[in-house]
């Protein structure tokens, strides 16, 4: 066995890339970026969880041929910081635990018979495979668990004919399938995880709501002033026509009394000011 020199040791390079363009169909990319997005953000206050999507896996050191490329995995006790790739020597031979692979049948051979073995190597827990295209997987989700150094079949939930889900007891999620889509669900809360674009439309979505009822509130509250604004207006009006009726009133009045002053009788004053004997009395009984 040869023995590296520092110099040869340090010349080895572990490239992010293999220089060829990432081949993924449509199907595949959008779900790899849901599984990642998703899974990012249900664990961005962990900094002990570090998740990542078509990276590159160095499983052993002063060998770049020893690599792997999960489409989605997940790392538990590590760092959560961004890497070019992940060396497992310098990761404490911290493996990940979770993977996914978003698998098609081009990709049938490494994700079935090639990488099963690796991540089996490197004591990966959890390994899901997604077959959104239905091109050789049935059911197209299927998971499998470590369990005594060989992976066994994790057990399928049905729950209608074209939904079910498998738990992952490495993410505490449940894999659903939905119509054909995948989605995890947090069983804590009954909720589906969303990616960051997802979780940022509904954040849009509702500070514009909140907005559309500030803005209802405050249409509410000026219509609220605006009628408090007229019954003030109005009742302002009433006291005014009440205290100028008054006013009038207590004008004929005294005039009234200056007549019987006069030497007029009750009825002569009444009719000299057109008014009939009982309102003539009334109005002396009011000022009585």
Same mark, same amino acid.
């Given at each position: 066995m040869?023995?590296?020199?520092s110099l040869?040791?340090e010349?080895?390079?572990?490239?992010s890339g293999?220089?060829e363009?990432?081949?993924e169909?449509?199907?595949?990319?959008?779900?790899?970026f849901y599984g990642?997005?998703?899974l990012r953000l249900?664990?961005?206050?962990?900094?002990?969880?570090y998740?990542?999507?078509?990276?590159?896996i160095?499983?052993?050191e002063?060998?770049?041929?020893?690599?792997v490329?999960?489409?989605?995995y997940?790392?538990?006790?590590v760092?959560?910081?961004?890497?070019k790739?992940?060396?497992?020597w310098?990761?404490?031979?911290v493996a990940?635990?979770?993977?996914?692979?978003?698998t098609?049948?081009?990709?049938?051979?490494?994700?079935?018979?090639?990488?099963?073995d690796?991540?089996?190597?490197l004591?990966?827990?959890?390994?899901?495979?997604?077959d959104?295209s239905?091109?050789?997987?049935n059911p197209?989700l299927?998971?499998?668990?470590?369990?005594n150094g060989e992976?066994?079949?994790?057990?399928?939930?049905?729950?209608?004919?074209?939904?079910f889900?498998?738990?992952?007891?490495?993410?505490?999620?449940?894999?659903?399938?939905?119509?054909g889509?995948?989605r995890?669900r947090?069983?804590?809360?009954? @909720?589906?995880?969303?990616?960051?674009?997802?979780?940022?439309?509904? =954040? +849009?979505? %509702? $500070? #514009? *709501? /909140?907005?559309a !009822? &500030?803005?209802a509130?405050q249409?509410?509250?000026?219509?609220?002033? @605006?009628?408090?604004?007229?019954?003030?207006?109005s009742?302002?009006? =009433? +006291?005014a %026509? $009440? #205290? *100028? /009726?008054?006013? !009038? &009133?207590?004008?004929?009045?005294?005039?009234f009394?200056?007549?019987?002053?006069?030497?007029m009788n009750l009825?002569?004053v009444?009719?000299?000011m057109n008014?009939?004997?009982?309102?003539?009395q009334?109005l002396?009984g009011?000022?009585?």
């Open positions: 040869k023995v590296l020199t040869e040791q010349e080895i390079d572990y490239p293999d220089g363009p990432m081949a169909s449509d199907i595949t990319g959008k779900y790899v990642g997005g998703a249900h664990f961005k206050d962990r900094s002990d969880v998740v990542s999507t078509n990276s590159f160095y499983y052993e002063k060998n770049n041929k020893a690599v490329a999960p489409d989605v997940v790392v538990f006790g760092s959560n910081q961004e890497r790739n992940y060396k497992l310098r990761e404490n031979g990940p635990q979770f993977v996914l692979e978003v098609s049948e081009t990709t049938q051979e490494k994700d079935q018979e090639i990488k099963p690796i991540y089996k190597e004591g990966v827990v959890e390994y899901f495979q997604y959104p239905g091109d050789y997987l197209i299927q998971g499998v668990r470590l369990v992976y066994e079949s994790i057990a399928t939930n049905i729950t209608s004919f074209d939904t889900w498998l738990y992952s007891e490495v993410l505490e999620l449940e894999l659903h399938l939905i119509s889509e995948l995890f947090n069983p804590e809360t009954g @909720e589906f995880l969303r990616t960051m674009e997802e979780e940022q439309e509904g =954040r +849009l979505a %509702e $500070q #514009q *709501a /909140r907005l !009822a &500030e803005a509130f249409q509410s509250e000026q219509m609220r002033l @605006e009628t408090e604004a007229a019954f003030q207006q009742e302002q009006a =009433r +006291l %026509e $009440q #205290q *100028a /009726r008054q006013a !009038a &009133e207590s004008r004929l009045r005294a005039t009394y200056q007549l019987l002053n006069s030497g009825a002569q009444a009719q000299l008014l009939s004997i009982s309102e003539a009334q002396i009011e000022d009585e």
